[in-house]
């Protein structure tokens, strides 16, 4: 076909496609995707990637999308909510013929750098036969191998922190032509504490322009949210459970000293699976992993939490995404959006800290159409609480006994190791204390209580011969500027327990010591306070921030991301057009300017009086000085921005992604014939399905 005929016969698409969305009714209800009006080079992408027929939010997100409205679409997890977005995305810059020299024309906001690279195979695999770019940007990597890059792409997928960063900092970067806004899992992304980042992000882009909102939860602050977005589409709002129809969910009653007992013993009967081991904390993960292996159940082990190094996170993934049985013990990490293939069970060792993290948590398994099963532990203490939020939240859980006789004690066991091998007795107190604390910073003290837990026995199950001394030593204080927070933590340590803490006989334990103390028990003892809740928020947000750092807890929201000032005193040369806006407003100085003198109006858009030589040296030199430290400031910020974004929790994927993510970081043009295209069956079973998942997930 000459290239005219070919340029002729896409712009009768163009004009056919975009007829046929204004057109679109939003009540209908197509089944497949190729009744839908899509380019056809969508629809080949789909039609290899094995997606024919569309799940309900698909049904109903994708023709109000395609027909241009803004939408709010919460469904279930693995209900499909990922092409439903990426659809529309590629259709919306397909219709307006982007192209390669529009420059940015999408941009997809995920809490996570796990999920947003999800996005992006996913969007990978539809969209392989345009020709439009499409990058990561979720840090990991220096900012400016992301700044060279990141204006060729059409399309951004990216973490919060990071995009705004680089609307901050990376001159060049442009919205202006942003035809579309999407953010994934926003719940998520509001209670990570990104509000204020993404109201930031949302203040940056064009108003003209479409916004699509996607979550698995109906929480108020998705709500919120939906001014962005007029169209809801709740499509599970009516059903009678919020999670997946196909998912079994049980708990069961155990004492906390029994824990790693049932765990143990469900691992040893149940080798032919593939499980995803929930704990509260990564030092708990790191005792049980270690321990466990040590134990050799007999099936293969693994762990992911947030302190190992990105291309380790990255290695796991990909292992736990293609092995067919494994256990992998997890924090929360593991909870969010991620599409794991073929998880039989999700087991919750330590209770999530509220139904949303719940329901994040079971949806890793009952995945679209596959079947799936999670079990809960539930603390005596525990039940009440727990099963009234769950039953508000419409998830329908079912209780079950364990057979006592079908229950090893590791407690021996753990003993031994411990008393062999030091490394283990320290990861053994770290995991009783995190434990602890994360108990302690509950936020919902209707359900978890410090104080009724048996902290003797518990240790004693982990193998230890004594009880850890825990510490929470108290500082006053009200300031919530977070570099002040910074400062204070320098002077003093505050909340938390600091490896020196274990073992130490004379820690002293600071408290807000005016409150009165009717009776002591053992633990309010240790920790020599009464009401765990009488903190002030300045305490709570330094606890919070202290722990993002010092460990993740599955209690723990993040407090709201700062957004440092010191980004405000930027170089000139790298003033965004955001900063150079600001810097406008700089012209009220020459207001305060001294009169009848010479003015001078420098690169930062100051005025200033110059006088005599001498007096000039000096203000140079001093300016100077000042510049060198607050570019030393801001240096300190963006490392503190940095070690935020990474205990974001971001995960890395597979191994080959490892070549995406550096791929994508460079440039990944869908056309570049460089991904080689799987020939697949349709699968009939779920094992084929099955394999056509690990096939995808390898293929690549
Ligand atoms: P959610 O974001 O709602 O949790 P995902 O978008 O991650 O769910 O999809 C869950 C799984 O379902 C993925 O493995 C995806 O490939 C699969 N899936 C989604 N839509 C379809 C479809 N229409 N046909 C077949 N599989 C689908
Ligand atoms: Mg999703």
Not at 209 to 229: H, M, Y
Not at 344 to 372: C, F, K, L, M, S
Not at 512 to 528: A, N
Request: proline share 4%; aromatic share 8%.
């Amino acid at each position: 076909m000459s290239a005219r005929k070919n340029r002729n016969r896409l712009q009768n698409e163009f004009d056919e496609l975009e007829i046929k969305c204004q057109n679109l009714s939003p009540y209908s209800n197509f089944e497949y995707f190729n009744e839908l009006p899509l380019s056809s080079l969508t629809q080949e992408g789909l039609q290899e990637s094995n997606y024919i027929q569309m799940t309900e939010i698909q049904r109903k997100a994708i023709p109000l999308a395609l027909h241009g409205k803004d939408v709010l679409g919460a469904a279930k997890t693995g209900s499909g909510k990922t092409l439903a977005l990426l659809i529309p995305l590629i259709e919306k810059l397909f219709r307006e013929k982007w192209s390669q020299l529009d420059g940015l024309g999408a941009l997809v906001i995920a809490p996570t750098r796990e999920l947003a690279v999800q996005i992006f195979e996913v969007l990978r695999k539809i969209g392989r036969k345009h020709t439009l770019s499409a990058g990561l940007v979720i840090g990991g990597k220096k900012l400016e191998v992301e700044q060279e890059r990141i204006n060729r792409m059409n399309i951004l997928i990216c973490t919060p922190g990071r995009l705004l960063q680089h609307m901050d900092q990376t001159a060049s970067f442009n919205c202006d032509n942003l035809q579309i806004l999407i953010l994934d899992e926003a719940d998520r992304i509001l209670d990570m504490g990104f509000e204020k980042t993404v109201n930031a992000i949302i203040d940056n882009l064009p108003k003209e322009r479409q916004t699509l909102l996607f979550s698995a939860t109906q929480t108020n602050s998705v709500k919120d949210l939906a001014r962005l977005s007029l169209t809801y589409v709740f499509v599970h709002e009516q059903s009678e459970h919020s999670t997946p129809p196909n998912l079994s969910q049980y708990y069961l009653l155990c004492k906390l000293p029994e824990k790693l007992d049932i765990l143990f013993s469900f691992i040893k009967s149940h080798l032919k699976t593939k499980g995803l081991v929930f704990f509260s904390s990564c030092k708990q993960v790191r005792f049980v992993y270690e321990t466990f292996c040590k134990m050799q159940p007999g099936v293969t082990l693994m762990h992911l939490h947030g302190k190992q190094k990105q291309h380790k996170r990255l290695e796991i993934f990909n292992k736990f995404s293609s092995i067919k049985y494994a256990y992998l013990f997890a924090t929360d990490i593991a909870s969010r959006g991620l599409d794991f293939p073929a998880v039989d069970w999700v087991i919750q060792v330590d209770a999530p800290e509220n139904a949303d993290t719940y329901i994040h948590r079971v949806g890793r398994t009952a995945r679209y159409e596959a079947p799936g099963n999670a079990l809960l532990y539930l603390l005596p203490n525990e039940e009440q609480g727990m099963l009234g939020v769950l039953e508000k939240k419409k998830v329908p859980i079912e209780k079950i006994k364990v057979k006592p006789s079908k229950i090893t004690s590791v407690q021996k066991q753990l003993q031994l190791l411990c008393f062999k091998d030091p490394e283990i007795k320290y990861l053994s107190q770290k995991a009783f204390i995190s434990y602890m604390r994360s108990v302690y910073l509950q936020s919902d003290k209707s359900i978890f209580n410090v104080n009724e837990l048996p902290a003797e026995e518990f240790s004693s199950s982990l193998g230890l011969s004594g009880t850890p001394k825990i510490k929470f030593a108290k500082k006053s204080g009200s300031k919530n500027d977070i570099r002040e927070k910074s400062k204070e933590r320098n002077e003093r340590s505050e909340i938390g327990i600091s490896d020196d803490d274990i073992n130490s006989v004379d820690n002293q334990i600071k408290v807000d010591e005016k409150k009165s103390k009717p009776k002591k028990t053992k633990l309010e003892k240790m920790f020599q306070r009464k009401n765990m809740s009488v903190f002030t928020d300045h305490y709570k947000k330094l606890v919070e921030y202290e722990s993002d750092k010092e460990d993740e807890f599955i209690t723990l929201k993040r407090v709201n991301h700062e957004l440092p000032e010191e980004f405000e005193q930027k170089k000139p040369e790298s003033l965004s057009k955001r900063k150079l806006l600001m810097a406008k407003s700089k012209k009220h100085s020459i207001a305060n300017a001294p009169r009848g003198e010479k003015l001078l109006f420098d690169e930062d858009g100051n005025f200033h009086a110059a006088g005599p030589v001498l007096d000039q040296k000096k203000k140079f030199l001093d300016k100077e000085l000042k510049v060198m430290e607050e570019e030393d400031v801001k240096d300190k910020i963006i490392a503190k921005e940095k070690q935020l974004e990474d205990s974001e929790e971001e995960i890395a994927f597979k191994n080959k992604r490892h070549k995406i993510l550096e791929d994508s970081e460079e440039e990944t043009t869908f056309k570049n014939k460089r991904h080689k295209i799987l020939e697949v069956e349709e699968p009939m079973t779920l094992e084929d399905q099955e394999e056509l998942a690990l096939k995808l997930l390898e293929g690549r």
